[in-house]
């Protein structure tokens, strides 16, 4: 199994947050039944394990926080287990959708009581592979055995498309919000046995909020960014 997401769109600390995640997990050994934890593969993401200030979203509104990033490296390794097969035990969705993933297919973490934990349901072990390579971010597990064919399906069950409002008045914007559509979706993993659902998630829609001051204030430099 295996997916890639995209680090175009991303600050330099969060590109450099999720590399320092998928150095984290490479090359991890997971036994026939045996369970992968995120969190207990990754540690803590803090200053002295290199990890740095980046943005998420607290409540829709996109703060530093040590750390920010991460949450794409799992979110990749998600969708490689649910391609390879893997048996979900633990997985949050973000309470906003990430544009790096399509919705239902993320998975937001945090250390430590946040987990994303995937079983191997196989009869030989699963290696995992995590490496940036360019702009984009893959994620792979690999056994010496015969894998199951496995195709993932979402059907999206409803979509809502942001608004954008404007507070106060001036010249220098300060985007408190960059706005996010809200989805409910169903998420299903179709093979040979058949079609089972996985996951059935609700994000609401985040509207872009601006600010506009006429302080000079430059810009915020969380425009266009998101966790």
Not at 138 to 167: C, Y
């Amino acid at each position: 199994g295996q997916s890639e997401t995209a680090l175009e769109a991303r600050s330099p600390n969060q590109k450099h947050n999720a590399k320092l995640a998928c150095q984290a997990i490479d090359g991890h050994v997971v036994p026939p039944g045996g369970v992968f934890s995120f969190n207990k593969a990754v540690g803590s993401w803090s200053r002295d394990k290199g990890y740095r200030r980046a943005p998420v979203s607290f409540n829709g509104t996109l703060i530093d926080a040590w750390g920010g990033g991460v949450c794409q490296t799992s979110t990749t390794f998600y969708s490689a287990a649910l391609f390879a097969g893997m048996e979900v035990v633990e997985r949050h969705a973000h309470h906003f959708c990430p544009t790096y993933s399509s919705p239902g297919r993320d998975a937001a973490v945090a250390y430590p009581n946040i987990d994303l934990r995937m079983r191997n349901p196989y009869g030989f072990p699963l290696v995992v592979r995590a490496k940036v390579e360019g702009s984009r971010l893959k994620v792979s597990l690999v056994g010496a055995g015969e894998a199951k064919q496995v195709s993932i399906v979402t059907k999206v069950m409803d979509r809502q498309t942001p608004q954008t409002f404007n507070h106060g008045s001036g010249d220098s914007p300060w985007v408190r919000a960059p706005g996010k559509p809200g989805f409910e979706v169903e998420t299903y993993r179709i093979t040979p046995e058949g079609r089972a659902r996985i996951s059935r998630d609700i994000y609401p829609v985040m509207h872009r909020v601006v600010q506009w001051s006429s302080d000079g204030q430059q810009a915020s430099i969380f425009t266009g960014l998101e966790p």
